[in-house]
């Protein structure tokens, strides 16, 4: 059942110990199988793509295709009604924007001791999407990661997604179409994130791999991590929601179930400081839920991970809350800023009553692939930076090499480095 | 024996593709070590620290002690020659000159449809640093991760290094002085690296560990990533020198050997136009490499991993040198901007006759924490955003929400998600 609790509880300290410590870690026997995977595709290329392709996802890559084309996306996007046309368009616009703006600076310049001193950015040359095929294969993922990528100035995006027994979502190629990727291959799971990194005969290797997946896609993803670069180590998806008792509790019920309704180890978390409100909030959720068509998944979510903490002040949550390091946290207050001020880790803040997180993953702009299970403390959504490399660059004059050379020298032998040394002393007049 | 290719020869595209693909991956016994090893300081902490460090560095952690206080690295410091001092006194002024204009800028604006949005930057909690112990306890590399981390503003800033037989380097000390370093802990390998992301009785947990080590601190970084954050999976150093037939070959060679005396795996290329250059440099460096004292680890590495590849112009190099995407690029030509535009691959570029590589180990400013292993095609040096997390905001009133908030609802009704639709529709009035 939901856990109930509250910090006058004799007991809390340790609860609330379990419920940080609670979520979970790669599986060991997930880790062997996709150990074994991944050297199978990097023996075997295609031939091993093919194999389990028609073993998981009963889809003939030979028989039935390799790859989905430009056209095929373009024709489900014009196939989309009016409507979901104009919120998919206002979703990129959106997001093109916000992350347009996180383009990073170049810096060239020239310091007092004469060094000129310098760094560039620039873009991968290819990054891979992973989008989840069946119930996970959300068209606003797929914005959310080619888009950043796009901004960045990736020249080649290539998505990988299952399309088992043959089936492709029309919603995702329309959003490929909107995105502007360059390559969707009929492919999933941990061996279509081996062929991404090491290449294939039919797929040309990437440089970067980000997207969400199951256990499988996202060890492997770990594992090929230093081969490329990855987003991130995703797990279940969280949010805590700090509210007063002032908030509709309806409103607040219906945040906490649109994380649960994800996955069944999801988990929503509300602080409050008001014990009714707590009370009438637990038996909201009750309500909402039996009128949910994704009851099942959001039950289960709510029921094993779900919890509802009563805290004297909502100022004593926020170092509960820091602790959590949630990658969605809602401060549902009439004025948030106090609290916010309060918050160290969190993935992204949604700010005050009228904000509920939904508007976060789909319209608002910023990215809603944000560190999950406490890696808020050390981690950050996705960004056009994920998609990006930065060169240092470093030039001296023989002046100015007269002026930091000597140092340099003096340490190198410090450190039992000789050619180190010798190399600056040389050119040293 | 030193490879040496040229473009002509009709074998240059697989000898070249040997070149490129010869650096090593992690090896599998290693792993299965550190896999072991992780778990065994997760169970037991402290205890198993505590036999690690007895079996292999010969010290009894209880009987003559866990860690090294700051009075310690001050006597060290205070020690130091004047010369060595004011050396160590410049990187660290030069260094964290540098690394200040790295320090990213928050943002927070409201938008044409007023939505607030914004990306507030904070450092991690507490860094690791591991610093080996032995020949490379390298103070400059102290120095290039502690203060970027300082610098990000982080406040508990923890160093790990070995202590064989019990003996400590007092430059490491001393830099750890300079630096502002918070603890010392005399524990290394893999072990120390699953201390710090896991936490003991005695070691609190941090957020990031940096910082180089042997094969087996390697791997264990790796498979701790997402457990805690880490700086990048690094290889052995690397140098590609792009040099026309006007350089003093005395320098060059010079240049190459600084690589290859850190480690019998470290790879040091020279390209250059000029065949008869080629040949004086491939004699050069015999000549410096008998009076080196690091000459044993130098040959084996200049001759396992060396190599003068011929090209017909510089330019042609330029997309050889690309699919290197080397730790550090040297481009020793009279007006290295031409060749420069051409770099899309590399962690750090030297430009210019009078700007050897050792100069930026040392004393110019940017980091000496490179990609290495092709990983310049993806990653980074190290920088204050290492250290760092980024926590976006999203905040909307009763307006905005009408002004976007339709869109997610249609969005998510598409993806089969109605408690997202639900929380944004019950806030539309």
């Not at 230093?226 to 180590?233: K, L, R, Y």
């Not at 979510?301 to 990658?327: F, T």
Request: one cysteine or more; charged letters at 25%; proline letters at 4%.
């Amino acid at each position: 059942m939901t856990h109930r609790l509250s910090t006058s509880d004799k007991d809390f300290a340790q609860a609330f110990d379990r419920l940080v410590r609670g979520r979970r870690e790669s599986d060991i026997e997930v880790s062997r199988d996709v150990t074994a995977i991944i050297a199978d595709v990097k023996a075997r290329g295609d031939a091993a793509l093919a194999d389990y392709t028609a073993r998981f996802d009963d889809h003939s890559l030979d028989g039935n295709g390799w790859s989905i084309g430009k056209d095929a996306c373009a024709a489900a996007y014009a196939a989309l009604s009016d409507d979901l046309r104009a919120a998919l368009d206002l979703a990129a616009s959106r997001i093109r924007t916000y992350h347009e703006a996180q383009l990073p600076e170049d810096r060239d310049y020239t310091d007092a001791a004469g060094v000129r001193l310098g760094a560039r950015w620039s873009a991968v040359d290819a990054a891979g999407l992973y989008v989840p095929g069946g119930r996970a294969a959300y068209p606003s993922s797929l914005l959310m990661n080619a888009i950043p990528a796009k901004v960045a100035g990736v020249e080649r995006l290539v998505v990988v997604t299952p399309t088992p027994k043959g089936q492709v979502n029309p919603l995702v190629l329309a959003a490929a179409h909107l995105a502007g990727v360059d390559e969707i291959w009929r492919i999933g799971g941990a061996h279509a994130v081996a062929a991404l990194a090491y290449g294939t005969q039919k797929i040309r290797a990437v440089d970067v791999i980000t997207g969400p997946g199951n256990a499988w896609v996202a060890e492997a993803k770990r594992q090929l991590y230093g081969v490329v670069g990855i987003d991130m180590v995703a797990g279940p998806s969280e949010i805590v929601v700090v509210a007063d008792g002032k908030n509709d509790p309806e409103w607040i019920a219906a945040d906490l179930l649109s994380q649960s309704e994800h996955d069944p180890t999801s988990q929503s978390i509300l602080f409050t400081d008001d014990a009714s409100f707590a009370d009438i909030v637990a038996d909201t959720v009750g309500v909402q839920l039996a009128a949910l068509s994704t009851r099942k998944v959001a039950t289960k979510a709510w029921e094993d991970n779900g919890a509802i903490i009563v805290v004297d002040s909502l100022e004593d949550a926020m170092p509960l809350v820091n602790r959590l390091a949630a990658e969605h946290l809602e401060l549902a207050v009439d004025d948030p800023e106090a609290l916010f001020a309060r918050v160290r880790h969190a993935g992204s803040v949604f700010l005050g009553r009228h904000t509920p997180e939904a508007v976060g993953d789909y319209v608002a702009g910023p990215n809603h692939v944000l560190p999950t299970g406490r890696r808020a403390r050390f981690s950050s959504g996705l960004s056009v930076l994920d998609f990006m490399k930065r060169t240092s660059f470093i030039q001296l004059d023989p002046d100015s090499l007269a002026a930091i050379g000597p140092a340099a020298v003096a340490l190198a032998e410090m450190e039992g480095l000789p050619a180190h040394a010798e190399s600056v002393r040389r050119r040293l007049t």
